[in-house]
């Protein structure tokens, strides 16, 4: 698994991309890291791309749900947080699954960056 961190300036938006596998300890290293440049730039809004991940178990298996965010130093009071899922990956139950992990109305799922990014912007 490789990971890539950047803060987007134009849209003070801290941007995740993972690609590969993903493991617990290696999402606990880039959460970590995506919170501290976060705090860098005074950033509340994250957005992690895990288009190009391998989910061999589907989204059960994805380690960002809001417990695991929790564990990873992640709090529901100050933080808006998209995941993107690629709308190719064959999981025939994508809302409900992503519906039923939900806990916090600032954390949300989507299966396309642009709608993302959109969510993560509006109301600014």
Partial sequence: MSYAINYLKDKSIVQVGIQGR???SLAKQYSIEAI???????CKKFLIDHTKT???EGI????TDGDALEQFGFKSSDKKIAIVISGDKKD???SEI?????KWSNFKYFNAI??????LIRDE
């Fill in 92 to 94: 025939t139950h994508f």
């Fill in 54 to 56: 391998t989910l061999e």
């Fill in 36 to 42: 501290k440049l976060a705090h860098e730039h005074n």
């Fill in 114 to 119: 642009e709608k993302a990014v959109s969510w």
């Fill in 60 to 63: 059960y298996k994805i380690h």
């Fill in 22 to 24: 993903v493991n617990f």
């Fill in 98 to 102: 992503t519906d039923s992990n939900v």
